[in-house]
């Protein structure tokens, strides 16, 4: 699903990455974990292809997602693919204020060409599959933090990704919200075989997942 190889990533002399190496199979939950400024977010950025690695000395970096090397894409293209294999979660909904849940969940598949009214049934079935469906024409601000989360889960899920990138996903809830939502992931994969990759802080999460690596020194321990 997605083999990534000899990863760099330099900020002027702040070596960030060093030549990390990740290999994650289809319907895995992988965390990783590690100190702040370590480059998890980085990592994270790279994989899901909204940052490009540092060109290597050596030729024989490349991250792979579903067998295609996204590092070779041109920005055209490497924004298509995207938005149609990649989905996000942040610690931060980003939700659109001014659309509803419904519509912020549809626009992945807008962004894909698609009409509105051709992707609505999807977009709430998505947000029943979540326990929203009661919420589906409130806007952000009229929904709880826990909620809010949850539609940017079922926004991430619109266009059926590879995989689903999640930053801190929990960061900004309180206990039970961030139980609800690891729970969600879970039920997710045993559901349709959803591969993630949490960046996270949340001990209990990072435990959770079928293996946890650590980011140190600008490499991820644990083999990746
Ligand atoms: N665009 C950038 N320009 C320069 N330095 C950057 C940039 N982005 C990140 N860095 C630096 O790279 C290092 C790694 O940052 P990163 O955001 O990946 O850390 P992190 O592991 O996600 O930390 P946290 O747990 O606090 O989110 C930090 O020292 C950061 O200051
Ligand atoms: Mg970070």
């Known amino acids: 699903m997605i083999i ?22 289809t319907g895995e939950i992988v965390s990783i ?7 998890k977010t980085t990592l994270l ?12 000395t050596d030729f024989d970096t490349f991250v792979k997602i579903n067998g295609v090397d996204v590092t070779s894409l041109k920005d055209k293209k490497l924004s298509k693919f995207r938005n149609q294999h990649i989905g996000f979660i942040f610690q931060f909904h ?15 598949a807008m962004i894909h060409g698609q009409k509105f009214k051709n992707v609505s049934a999807r977009g709430l079935e ?10 589906a024409t409130h806007k952000p601000n009229q929904l709880s933090g826990g909620e809010q989360q949850r539609v940017a889960v079922a926004r991430a899920l619109m266009n059926q990704p590879d995989v ?4 801190e996903p929990s960061g900004n809830l309180d206990s039970k919200n961030a139980d609800e939502l690891h729970q969600l992931f879970f039920d997710l994969r045993d559901e349709f ?3 993630f ?17 650590e980011m140190v020194d600008g490499n991820l321990s644990n083999g990746g």
């Open 94 to 108: 980003q939700l659109l204020p001014e659309f509803t849940a419904l519509e912020n969940v549809c626009i992945p």
């Open 164 to 167: 689903i990138f999640a930053d």
């Open 45 to 56: 950025q790279i994989l899901g292809t909204l940052e490009r690695p540092t060109a290597p």
């Open 4 to 25: 990534a190889n000899n990863v760099h990533k330099r900020y002027k002399d702040l070596e960030v990455l060093k030549g990390v190496s990740l290999h994650v199979k």
């Open 197 to 213: 990759v949490l960046v996270t802080h949340n001990k209990e999460l990072a435990d959770m997942a079928d293996r946890k690596l």
């Open 33 to 39: 974990v590690g100190a702040s400024g370590a480059g």
């Open 126 to 135: 998505l947000l029943q599959f979540l326990g929203l469906q009661d919420r």
């Open 193 to 195: 075989n959803q591969t």
